[in-house]
């Protein structure tokens, strides 16, 4: 059995060492939001925070989590940071097909946790490891800037 924190809460899982991570969140706890892109750590879309940190969920051994935090969309949607996100990706039309927003808002709430007023450059690079097939990146990068401003202090 492995044990871990889901979303605020301790789960425990009878997955295999070896099982994705993605896989376990997507058919044992119905979290929908992970969103399996490329199973390769490619692409972004499962994206989770794992211990403070922006990780691909496809790249994740179950056996590796044990005593582990794991922040998914559906969780962090719940503060008032991913409000403060969600508003300013409106605010500028981020949002086209919406496979790679989990990820992205994910990537956000990263970023400005790092550095509360990041660079052009630094929210580029923060986004990296997210593709968006919809957007070109202008509009999520405009988002970004715009969160840090207007949430200047929860970060």
Same mark, same amino acid.
Request: hydrophobic share 40%; charged share 25%; proline share 2%.
């Given at each position: 059995?492995?044990?871990?924190?889901? /979303?605020?809460?301790?789960?425990?899982? /009878?997955?295999?060492?070896?099982?994705?991570?993605?896989?376990? #969140?997507?058919?044992?706890?119905? !979290? =929908?939001?992970? $969103?399996?892109?490329? %199973?390769?750590?490619?692409?972004? +879309?499962?994206?989770?925070?794992?211990?403070?940190? #922006?990780? /691909?969920?496809?790249?994740? +051994?179950?056996?590796?989590?044990?005593?582990? =935090?794991?922040? =998914?969309?559906?969780?962090?949607?719940?503060?008032? *940071?991913?409000?403060?996100?969600? $508003?300013?990706?409106?605010?500028?039309?981020?949002?086209?097909?919406?496979?790679? !927003?989990?990820?992205?808002?994910?990537?956000?709430?990263?970023? #400005? $946790?790092?550095?509360?007023?990041? =660079?052009? +450059?630094?929210? *580029?690079?923060?986004?990296?490891?997210?593709?968006? *097939?919809?957007?070109?990146? /202008?509009?999520?990068? %405009?988002?970004?800037?715009?969160? +840090?401003?207007?949430?200047?202090? #929860?970060?």
């Amino acid at each position: 059995m492995i044990k871990f924190i889901l /979303n605020g809460k301790e789960v425990a899982s /009878n997955s295999k060492a070896n099982e994705r991570l993605l896989d376990v #969140l997507r058919n044992e706890f119905r !979290i =929908t939001g992970v $969103k399996c892109g490329c %199973k390769e750590g490619e692409c972004g +879309a499962c994206s989770i925070i794992l211990d403070g940190r #922006l990780v /691909n969920s496809c790249m994740v +051994a179950m056996g590796s989590i044990e005593g582990s =935090t794991v922040v =998914t969309i559906e969780g962090f949607r719940e503060t008032e *940071r991913f409000a403060v996100i969600d $508003k300013a990706y409106a605010s500028v039309s981020a949002v086209q097909c919406g496979f790679c !927003i989990p990820g992205m808002i994910l990537a956000t709430e990263c970023i #400005l $946790k790092k550095n509360p007023n990041p =660079t052009e +450059a630094e929210i *580029r690079e923060g986004i990296s490891g997210n593709l968006c *097939r919809c957007t070109g990146y /202008n509009a999520i990068v %405009k988002a970004i800037g715009i969160a +840090a401003k207007e949430g200047k202090g #929860l970060w």
